[in-house]
């Protein structure tokens, strides 16, 4: 089999690799040259476990290659972004998946199979893509099978879960849906659960916004403990005993690009009914501001002091900064306060990144936790010795064992 993908992000360079690992010929197509150079030398440009690994073995074998075109295939895998749309209810901005479906046309033959795995609003699939398969000349189902297939890997686990996740296959019709299932029988071990394509498109979008609604249920609870002096960490542990009972763990805001994302896709095609997912996002949006607002409280107010951001992706040991809470915070604190304020974060590569731990926290006055990377759970607490005031605010509560000279604030307890 040869499959051309297109978009080579942090999923479909990891999908194309797999299916190359498996013995499939992959063409990964990607606008972006110095990217496609560096691949084509076997050289990964985001941080996935296990994906350097895999990419250097391919790469030798001969089975991948990175081009700025697609080529004549059995398969074409679609995996561009979708953002979302400046406009009144930031719908879903089909652009580039438009425009990649559109460069896939000339190589398209009668028996192919054309995949979206992006994330798309309902109906995508039905209203925007078919008919531009139909255009071209061909009927869907019969000429081209055309299949919406959702990524739901997780960032940092993303090796492992494009094998043993069950995967969505939703076909324009229930040809294409077959045609789809064959292509990840390439791989994937989870089950293969076959759909239609706007039944596809729904659930992948409801499982993201599940978390982010149940997250800002999260969050409000935290709002609301501050408020009555309760422990939200204690209530969220105590309720979750509860064997039907699953509460999310609260922190500085949703970020990355799916949860902050994709339930605004579901909102703009239905804003008038979509009133809870629309609510929670402004919950989680909230985020932030309640952070800074807890950090000038914390500090008094007092000009001239040091805040030491520790974090700045979107979660834990990911390098990526899309949608980051934390880069948020981060703004928000140099424009808001006459604060200095640094950042920390061994896993990005920024500007504004610290080179190391020791300049970073030196005579600073609070160090605030905003991502929960393994490196803060680890720390070492005489590291934070040449502080001003050894003073930590825990957002993700990734502290477990502070010693006695650090003054610890936990987020879920702000009062203690
Ligand atoms: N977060 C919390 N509290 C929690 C869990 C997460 O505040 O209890 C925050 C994180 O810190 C982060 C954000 O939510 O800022 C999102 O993180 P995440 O780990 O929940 O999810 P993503 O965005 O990295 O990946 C999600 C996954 N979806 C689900 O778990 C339902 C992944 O499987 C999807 O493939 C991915 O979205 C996607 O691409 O859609």
Known sequence: MKISTIGLGYIGLPTSVMFAKYGVEVVGVDVNPSVIQSLNEGQIHIEEPGLQEALTEVVEKGNFKASTQPEKSDAFIVAVPTPNMDDEHKSCDLTYVKD????????????????VESTIAPRTMD????????????VIGEDVYLVHCPERVLPGQIMHELIYNN????????????AGAKVYETFVEGEII?????TAEMSKLMENTYRDVNIALANELTKVCNELDI??????????????????????GVGGHCLAVDPYFIVSKAPETAQLINLARSVNVSMPEYVVGNVHKLMKNVDGKTVTVFGLA???NVDDIRESPAMEIYEMLKEQSNFEVRAYDPHVTADMVEADLETAVKGSDLVLILTDHNEFKELDWNQLNSMNNVQVFDTKNVVSNATDEVQYINFGNLHK
């Open 231 to 252: 422990n939200a960490l204690d209530v969220v542990e105590m309720a979750n005993k509860h064997p039907r009972v699953n509460l999310h763990t609260p922190g500085p």
């Open 194 to 198: 076959k759909t239609n394509a706007k």
């Open 167 to 178: 995967r969505i296959v939703g076909g324009v019709t229930p040809a294409c849906t077959e």
């Open 100 to 115: 990649a479906v559109k460069n896939t046309i000339p190589y398209l033959e009668k028996g192919n199979v054309l995949i």
């Open 314 to 316: 979107y979660k834990g």
């Open 127 to 138: 209203d925007h893509v078919k008919p531009l398969i139909e255009e071209a000349g061909f």
